[in-house]
């Protein structure tokens, strides 16, 4: 359920997001900004490294 809250665009913390998705691979994003600030872009909806 809260997977899903998260799949729909949901404004979360990263916080919140990190715990919800199990790790920073999964992290729904839109735009680059939405992923940690550290070599990381976005790519399909989700955040990769790079």
Known sequence: MLKNISD???TISK???KTINGG???IR???DKD???WDS???NGYC???
Request: with cysteine; aromatic share 24%.
């Open 48 to 50: 990769q490294y790079k």
């Open 24 to 26: 920073w691979r999964n």
């Open 15 to 17: 916080t919140e997001q």
């Open 35 to 37: 992923c940690p600030p």
């Open 41 to 43: 872009f976005c790519y």
């Open 8 to 10: 729909l665009g949901i």
């Open 29 to 31: 994003c839109f735009t």
